[in-house]
Each structure stands twice: as C-alpha cells, then as structure tokens.
Nanobody, 120 residues
Framework: VQLQASGGGLVQPGGSLRLSCAAS????????MGWSRQAPGKQRELVAS???????NYANSVKGRFTISRDSAKKTVYLQMNSLKPEDTAVYYC???????????????WGQGTLVTVSS
C-alpha cells in the first residue's frame, strides 16, 4: 500500500491550496483518512481527519479555514486550505487506516509529505 500526496507549494498569506492524497495497492477497504503537519522545530500535529462515513474532525487552529473531504471510489483524501497564514507553513502528511486483501485488521499508512510554504 502506498499513499501519494501532492498539491503543496508556495502561496501568499490569504491564499488557497488544495492537497490530494491517493492510496494505491492491495486495498480491501479504508477506514479513517487524515492530514497532519510538521513545522520546522515542532512536533507533528493532526490537522484534520475524516471517517469512512464522512464524519470530520479539525484542529482548532484550522477550523473554518480548512476542509477535508474524500472520494472513496478514488481512494483519495483532499484538504482544501483557505485563508492561509504564515503559521500554516509545514510539511503536510496524509495517512489512512487500510485493510489489505487477505488481512483481518487495519494498518496505518503514511504518505511522503508535501511542503506548504505561506509567505509574501
């Protein structure tokens, strides 16, 4: 199983970006998916998550600005980021709880990370 994240880049304060993360491989089903971020010198923090049923959870720092969504048919999770601030600068990582064919349990997989830089 692999997760491929994309969509990062340089954006001015107040701008928007949309991150995508596609899962591939021997996947029977996916439970929760999410995005975390790690800024330089800081610990990784959860940004947003979404269950297979569509329930969402957000860090207080991004509520009202970020929106997480998923396309289960495409095995893809998205993070729409609006009103970006310099403090949103970080490497963003996606993760997914995946059950592979032949398994009876879920495992947590992580993508490689995509850099988001918010600067004028």
């Amino acid at each position: 199983v692999q997760l491929q994240a994309s969509g990062g880049g340089l954006v001015q304060p107040g701008g928007s970006l949309r991150l995508s993360c596609a899962a591939s491989g021997s996947i029977f089903s996916i439970n929760a998916m999410g995005w975390s971020r790690q800024a330089p010198g800081k610990q990784r923090e959860l940004v947003a998550s979404i269950t297979s049923g569509g329930s969402t959870n957000y860090a207080n720092s991004v509520k009202g600005r970020f929106t997480i969504s998923r396309d289960s048919a495409k095995k893809t999770v998205y993070l729409q980021m609006n009103s970006l601030k310099p403090e949103d600068t970080a490497v963003y990582y996606c993760n997914a709880d995946v059950r592979s064919y032949g398994d009876t349990y879920y495992m947590d997989y992580w993508g490689q990370g995509t850099l988001v830089t918010v600067s004028s």
